[in-house]
């Protein structure tokens, strides 16, 4: 049965957990929106070899679990001398592997962008790097913010998977709390609401902004 006092004795610890679970899920997005929109200048770009590449690195990581990639970071690279945190691991392996998918979304925005614009660019003598800057960016990523969103949301609701190479985030405080007192009710039952409420708003946020950039 429900225990309340055993609940309210726990939250706190959890909520010191989540603090840890947002974290990682906004440093990792960080990271995916610099990446992603880096892996998509690359693929537009005129030399060959660093489109191929940054081509072949998109298709590689959407084609291999977000799991393997954590292994592989955490617990491979040390062997070649690169040892990083459970957080750093983390955040890299999420935020390389949803930048993969913002690449995509970066993509799609640029492209609706008529091939007017860069006509005009050209006429007024603007620059490649001013082109991107002024005219370009400026058009093309409102109209995807509420996609982004979308995937910020999946990936806060994917940080549970960062356990696997021990850090220490809501779900794994849920589990190790459990363990403890053989209680896993309360605990795992705060956890799911946690991220059903801030999951849910975050989706209610993101549809609003959605309907204010539709409307300008």
Do not use: C, D
């Not at 990523?141 to 996609?147: A, E, F, H, K, L």
């Not at 403890?180 to 209610?204: D, K, N, Q, W």
């Amino acid at each position: 049965m429900w225990n309340w006092e055993y609940a309210f004795k726990i939250l706190p610890e959890i909520l010191t957990a989540l603090k840890i679970t947002v974290s990682a899920t906004f440093v990792a997005f960080a990271v995916a929106l610099v990446v992603g929109l880096m892996l998509t200048l690359a693929r537009r770009s005129n030399f060959k070899p660093l489109s191929l590449f940054a081509g072949g690195f998109v298709g590689f990581v959407r084609s291999t679990p977000l799991l393997v990639q954590l292994y592989f970071i955490f617990y491979v690279l040390p062997e070649y001398g690169l040892s990083l945190t459970p957080f750093v691991a983390g955040v890299i392996g999420l935020g390389l592997h949803y930048s993969t998918y913002l690449a995509e979304v970066y993509r799609g925005g640029i492209e609706s962008i008529p091939p007017g614009q860069w006509e005009a660019a050209k006429a007024l003598n603007f620059s490649t790097l001013n082109t991107w800057k002024k005219i370009i960016l400026p058009q093309s990523i409102p109209p995807v913010i509420p996609v982004m969103g979308n995937y910020l949301i999946t990936m806060f609701k994917e940080t549970p998977i960062l356990s696997a190479i021990t850090l220490v985030e809501i779900m794994q405080t849920a589990k190790m709390l459990g363990s403890h007192s053989f209680r896993y009710l309360e605990a795992f039952t705060i956890v799911g609401v946690l991220f059903l409420v801030l999951s849910y708003s975050s989706s209610l946020m993101v549809r609003r902004l959605e309907v204010r950039l539709n409307l300008r």
